[in-house]
């Protein structure tokens, strides 16, 4: 059973491209969390995702962020017109569908982000 | 304020030496605590979860603490190794919190020599 993935492991872009982040979750998850780490930074939450639906997004910065977590295929975070401020590594986490906070996250390797 | 904080920032010891890592957190109302190991480049990896009614829970060398009336935790590493050498974070769940946000610490970055 592969643990979660994330691709690109690296990522650069010019400002005002776009980035897009690939997470797949472990076999049998369904939701999917994506947090942010600036440099000497905490993780912060973004956005919680199960198939198909965004449960929360109150982490995510309104303008530019958008996520998605479609019925086929893996979760995308979308960064549009990329600014320097975006650079950072980028963790995507996925459990089970027991719907308890008590859930394990697994973590994946994460995207590194630098906006030149 | 949902907040937590670890103490110290960063810490170095010997190899075979033991360490104590520090957590306090006003996040509220408390669900469970966990601690993470984060390799350099690495996402992190769970060591120990810990909910209200536990004191202490064991996962090999780590040893964690909790006390949730004075809202501290504490991870104890005995006979460190040199790749014990990682960050290591708290992380706080609220009750209730069935949308899956933890809140986490900024981690204590500790560094085990030969």
């Known amino acids: 059973n592969a643990g979660v993935m994330q691709n690109p492991r690296h990522l650069v872009r010019r400002r005002g491209q776009e980035a897009r982040l690939r997470c797949s979750p472990m076999?049998?998850?369904?939701?999917v969390y994506w947090y942010r780490q600036l440099p000497e930074e905490g993780l912060k939450f973004m956005v919680y995702?199960?198939?198909?639906?965004?449960?929360?997004e109150s982490g995510m910065p309104k303008e530019r962020f958008s996520a998605e977590f479609p019925k086929e295929g893996p979760s995308i975070l979308r960064i549009q017109q990329v600014v320097r401020g975006d650079s950072a590594a980028y963790f995507c986490?996925?459990?089970?569908?027991?719907?308890?906070?008590?859930?394990?996250?697994?973590f994946g390797p994460g995207t590194r982000l630098t906006v030149l | 304020k949902n907040q937590v904080e670890q103490s110290p920032q960063s810490l170095i010891i010997l190899e075979g030496k033991n360490c104590t890592l520090q957590?306090?957190?006003?996040?509220?109302?408390?669900?469970?605590l966990r601690w993470y190991k984060q390799d350099t480049g690495r996402g992190p990896v769970s060591l120990t979860i810990?909910?209200?009614?536990?004191n202490t829970k064991s996962n090999g060398r780590y040893t964690a603490t909790l006390d949730a009336d004075t809202k501290q935790s504490s991870l104890h590493i005995t006979a460190s190794q040199l790749s014990d050498s990682a960050s290591y974070i708290c992380?706080?769940?609220?009750?209730?919190?069935?949308?899956?946000?933890?809140?986490f610490g900024r981690g204590t970055q500790l560094t085990v020599w030969p």
């Open positions: 986490a996925s459990s089970p569908p027991s719907g308890l906070d008590y859930n394990e996250q697994f």
């Open positions: 076999k049998g998850h369904s939701h």
């Open positions: 995702l199960q198939k198909e639906n965004i449960i929360d």
């Open positions: 957590c306090n957190y006003t996040v509220s109302p408390f669900s469970n």
């Open positions: 810990m909910t209200f009614s536990e």
């Open positions: 992380v706080v769940s609220a009750r209730g919190s069935t949308l899956g946000r933890l809140y």
